[in-house]
């Protein structure tokens, strides 16, 4: 199985796309779990679209794209419908913890409750100052909150955010254009309805950041998207996909 090894980027084995929806198809399938038929886990990617395995539904791709950036966690706010899944993870008020527009755009002191002062910004603007800074390390976005171990089930909800993290660098391409590059980390990601809409957002979130950093003195690109899953799963109930 071919791989590209970027030692600069990253220490361990980083597998294309292409050759991950493979694995999913082969080595996935060799030890198949109650939960799942397929199963890849401690796996980097290079990530370039949202369709592995599967397309997403633009329309609910959409609707879940506006929901986020309105910042408001509650279903009840979701455009049109709200989908079946969101009202089962979501507590007896319809509030949700994986909405990542909150978490994301918010104002850290909407999360927490305390007043930060000038520092209290949402976590895109501290990722933004910390890069035009010069503070590459801490160029993080936290989607696990400290509480998430009571949050995931407070008032009936069901939801221990899939997320844990995103880490934000610059690095100077081949061309000598400074690139914007992204590391998402999941401890949780379901092909089949969880990675098209996940790869959508976070690409988002990957090139507003490279908009802001753009500009005329430095010109500035979005470059890799590296995917790491501690496990990238099918269930039994979408095997089709992997045919």
């Known amino acids: 199985m071919p791989f590209i090894q970027n030692k600069k980027f990253h220490p361990r084995f980083v597998f294309l796309q292409d050759e991950v929806v493979e694995l999913l198809k082969t080595e996935g399938r060799e030890n198949p779990s109650p939960e799942f038929c397929s199963e890849l886990t401690d796996i980097t990617f ?12 633009m329309r609910y791709a959409y609707e879940e794209h506006e929901w986020y950036l309105s ?33 994301v755009l918010n104002r850290q002191s909407e999360h ?28 993080i976005i936290n989607y ?4 998430m171990h009571a949050r995931a089930v407070y008032k009936g909800a069901y939801d221990f955010t899939c997320t844990l993290q995103t880490i934000h660098f610059l690095e100077t391409g081949d061309d000598g254009i400074r690139k914007h590059c992204m590391k998402v980390y999941f401890r949780s990601n379901d092909v089949r309805f969880g990675y098209p809409y996940d790869y959508l ?13 753009d500009t005329v003195e430095t010109p500035t690109k979005s470059g890799e998207l590296y995917w790491h899953a501690q496990s990238l799963h099918v269930y039994h109930r979408n095997e089709e996909i992997l045919k």
């Open 46 to 57: 290079l990530a370039e679209s949202p369709d592995l395995l599967v397309e997403p539904n």
């Open 71 to 103: 910042g408001d966690a509650n279903i009840r706010s979701f455009p049109g419908k709200v989908p079946q899944i969101w009202q089962d993870v979501s507590d007896s008020d319809g509030y949700v913890n994986s909405n990542y527009g909150a978490i």
């Open 112 to 139: 927490y409750g305390v007043d930060y002062g000038q520092n209290d910004m949402s976590q895109l603007l501290a990722v933004i100052k910390a890069l035009s800074e010069g503070r590459t390390r801490h160029a």
């Open 144 to 147: 696990q909150s400290r509480d």
């Open 201 to 213: 957002w976070h690409k988002y979130v990957q090139d507003t950041i490279t908009d802001v950093l």
